[in-house]
């Protein structure tokens, strides 16, 4: 998947959270319309002592110590798990009674009908937490409380809900895979600027060899470079895969590396060989799987220097190989090394021209060359992308680096 994609998908999810938390946060807010409402009885309790109710889960305390003059404070306690929210109290009083003084609340007296309300910040009573308010009321009777109403509403504290709970897990786990994709495009990126070293060093080490090779035959020069593009060409015209393409570019590059072997006299000689120079010349193939023998680390690349001479209908060299039986890399690099020897000159002979080579090619065609390749390597002629070859190889210096952004685009 494509970086850009990631990191939409990222920037998706983290707003999918967000809008999670803010959702949960509406849904919390609308507890806070649950009522709570609770009576507790305090009949036959004295003015005189401390007085405790409780009402549900919330305790009342209730302390009197006069009986003309009473001063009273109550405790609200809250020990459920969510908070009070806009909580009142209310009581019955006799009608002559006077407040004095009120504490830590405002209140409202209609007849006998007293209603105190806590002055707190929000009208919050939090969790697990109390509040005490008080009045001093004063009464020409005895008076004793005997019933206190207790009315709030529930408060749901967003971060105590489940739900809060499965958004924090949503959302460590999307800081986990948000860090651990980080990491691991560091990595790869690393990796990446590895492998293009390790390549840069095989082609290298490579291209050091081919320059022995080449410079035996001045009429050769870059030969072996041209033939690795071009087959690597027809081998992704042919869509194989990039790891193929690659292989079949280093075979092209060491598919002469048998030539070290053959004395510079015979490969440079300008008349015509003898039956032994010619036999001579040929062992290129055979030495060429011998001196790659255990280089396996590449695959194919004995075997396309072995047989890259041999024809489609059997009648090339070393083993007379036919059809199929000869290893698809050689057969591509025997097209690419044959239209590399017709389109150069030679120290006997001139290169062909366009026409000339596609004839010959066409001509080719099932005899000594497979007809399913031949006919890539013609498009490629018609196409130009030769031509291009040649113009990036003629600069023997920028050759490695038009090789390796070759490679970056496959
Ligand atoms: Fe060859």
Redesign the pocket.
Known sequence: MKDKNIILIFIVTFMMILYSYYLNCITADNFVSTKVECDVSLSGSLLSEKIYGEISSYNVLVDSSDYTESEYDITIYNQESFSLYNWTIELSVPEDAYIENCWNAQYEKMGTHLRLTPVLENSVIYKNNSHTIGIIMVTEDDYTPEEIKFIGFKYIDPIDTVSFIIITIAAVIWAALLIRYFVTRYNLKEYHEKQLNDEKIILQSMNTFINFIDAKDAYTRGHSRRVAMYAAEIASRMKMSAEEVQAVYYCGLL??AG?ISIPDAILNKPGALTDEERMTIQS??VNGGKILEKFNSIKGIRESAMY??ERYDGTGYPEGLKGDAIPIYARIIGVA?AYDAMSSNRVYRRHLNKDEIIEQMQSGSGTQFDPNIVKYMIDMINDGFVNIVKMETADEATDLDIKASMFAKI
């Open positions: 598919h002469d030539k290129h193939t890259h001479h090394d």
